[in-house]
């Protein structure tokens, strides 16, 4: 009942910046929470940002002073704002929405979006 769009990958040089986005629609009561994960080549998925309810932010250590995570509550959009992109931030990277939805809370993902740091 709830579907997420992603956009804003792609390929940058070291150093450069990219802006993410992952726009929420369908049967939405209130979103809970919006975060982004990532997941490279041979490796777990983890957590990179989310912004919860109230505004709060966390972010993973490797990312922070780096990345900012900003939400958009009447579009029910978040950003992932990215610069002083390293060539380990190569990842796919994927959005996730936690929202009060039909029949009840739901956790969505999105399709994932790839995000290339070239040294």
């Known amino acids: 009942q709830v579907q997420l769009v992603e956009s804003g990958g792609g390929l940058v040089q070291a150093g450069g910046s990219l802006r993410l986005s992952c726009a929420a629609s369908?049967?939405?009561?209130?979103?809970?929470?919006m975060g982004w994960y990532r997941q490279a080549p041979g490796k777990q998925r983890e957590l990179v940002a989310v912004?919860?309810?109230?505004?709060?932010?966390k972010y993973a250590d490797s990312v922070k002073g780096r990345f900012t995570i900003s939400r958009d509550n009447v579009k029910n959009t978040v950003y992932l704002q990215m610069n002083s992109l390293k060539p380990e931030d190569t990842a796919d990277y994927y959005c996730?929405?936690?929202?009060?939805?039909?029949?009840?809370?739901?956790?969505?993902w999105g399709q994932g979006t790839l995000v290339t740091v070239s040294s």
């Open positions: 996730n929405v936690v929202a009060d939805s039909v029949p009840a809370r739901l956790e969505v």
């Open positions: 912004i919860i309810n109230g505004g709060s932010t």
């Open positions: 369908g049967i939405i009561f209130s979103i809970n929470a």
